[in-house]
């Protein structure tokens, strides 16, 4: 499979543990996007990398949120003390330049 | 601030009609506007998309207006079918190459 891919596909974690995502995009795809999906909503822009560098992160991210493209290849997503407000469908896209962006099948993260 | 909103939130339609739902955006300076479809479960996947320097795109059954002056573009499928069901999805991306989702309207397409 030569799409987005992301892993893992679930996580479950308690209240106030750390959890990390990764996102491989389409290998020849410079740009990476990260979003959260909650249910019966869009997805809502996090934050977005040309090829290591990142560019935007939204005003909505707290500190507790991180992402890392180390070599402009894989990225992470970090979240440090989740809280029950972060469960949600955490999904990744990559682009070539301002071209359409593929969707991975995202992480679905549940903080009990 | 950046912001796209989308009606209606949900739609239901007879096969064969058309359907068509309407967004409009924020940021003047936003030039990409695409439309995902997605699937209960799956990815967002893009269906068609338009750029700011046309005003019309047409693909089969599926066709985007966008009107600059409004800022406001719109999503038509003609000749509905039940696997056009689906939760859609508008878009604009913004001078800073954010791309800000619309709620979504929920299609259901009723044999």
């Known amino acids: 499979d030569t799409g987005v891919s992301q892993d893992p596909r679930h996580k479950i974690t308690k209240r106030g543990q750390n959890v990390t995502f990764r996102c491989d995009p389409i290998?020849?795809?410079?740009?990476l996007y990260w979003y959260r999906q909650t249910l019966g909503q869009g997805p809502e822009f996090l934050t977005y990398f040309q090829n290591e560098a990142q560019l935007e992160k939204s005003r909505l991210l707290s500190d507790r949120f991180s992402a890392e493209r180390p070599k402009g290849s894989f990225s992470t997503l970090e979240i440090q003390r989740t809280e029950q407000g972060d469960s949600a469908m955490y999904l990744c896209?990559?682009?070539?330049?301002?071209?359409?962006?593929?969707f991975g099948p995202g992480t679905r993260l549940t903080v009990l | 601030g950046e912001n796209v909103e989308q009606h209606p939130s949900t739609l239901s339609v007879q096969e064969g009609d058309s359907a068509v739902i309407k967004c409009t955006y924020s940021d003047s300076a936003s030039n990409y506007f695409p439309w995902y479809k997605q699937e209960l479960g799956k990815r967002p996947q893009l269906i068609i998309d338009i750029r700011s320097n046309v005003g019309e795109k047409k693909d089969q059954r599926i066709a985007v207006t966008l009107n600059k002056t409004a800022k406001h573009f719109s999503l038509h499928i003609t000749e509905t079918q039940p696997e056009d069901s689906a939760v859609y999805f508008c878009a604009a991306k913004t001078s800073y190459d954010k791309v800000i989702f619309g709620p979504g309207t929920s299609l259901s397409v009723i044999p």
């Open positions: 290998s020849e795809h410079n740009r």
């Open positions: 896209a990559s682009s070539f330049t301002d071209r359409e962006q593929f």
